[in-house]
């Protein structure tokens, strides 16, 4: 079996992102958790009380022979608004902070570097934290594919399928 690598990144829902990097070539997995805070398998309920100190992530198993670390940040960077605190449109908290949570060095080094050069490009500043990941808390089935299973409710429809649409739109060289 070919050895993957893997990233977490938390950019607002889960659920926005997992419907994302699901649909890049060289993913394989994309898991919806937790991370980032103190608290052992924290509940959704516990992380949304913002008491938690975890960010709602995905966390993506990729083939690099396929798509790059550097291909996956420049995705990232655009699907989501990493110049607002603590915010993603209406969700609101320290939960949907903007995240890199890297593997290793190597990875935090690079995830550096490319939010160097995503500031440059940038009007605001970017304000996404960056560092090695601690902790990761799977979210639990139901948080599993929401997308993909609830793609009629009004938050995909309205949050999530935008996201699609310019991912498709600026990103159509890295999909499946």
């Known amino acids: 079996m070919k050895y993957l690598d893997k990233i977490t990144l938390g950019g607002g ?10 649909r890049l070539n060289g993913v ?17 309920e516990q992380v949304c009380s913002g008491e938690t100190a975890h960010a709602e992530v995905c966390e ?3 083939d690099s022979s396929i798509i790059s670390l550097d291909s996956l940040l420049e995705v990232f960077w655009e699907v989501h608004d990493p110049t607002t605190l603590n915010r993603q449109g209406y969700d609101v908290g320290t939960q949907y902070r903007s995240v890199v949570f890297c593997e290793n ?3 935090l080094h690079c995830a550096i570097l490319s939010k160097n050069l995503a500031n440059t490009n ?3 500043p970017i304000v996404t934290e960056v560092s090695l990941r601690t902790n990761f808390y799977f979210a639990g089935e139901f948080h599993h594919s929401y997308f993909e299973t609830n793609k009629n409710q009004a938050y995909c429809q309205f949050v999530v399928s935008p ?6 739109a600026q990103f159509p060289k890295y999909l499946k």
């Open 163 to 168: 996201k699609l649409t310019k991912l498709i």
């Open 60 to 62: 993506i198993q990729f």
């Open 122 to 124: 940038s009007s605001r």
């Open 28 to 44: 394989v997995l994309v898991r919806s958790g937790y991370s980032g805070g103190q608290l052992e398998n924290p509940t959704w």
């Open 13 to 22: 829902c889960f659920w926005c992102l997992e419907a994302i990097f699901n």
């Open 105 to 107: 060095n190597q990875q």
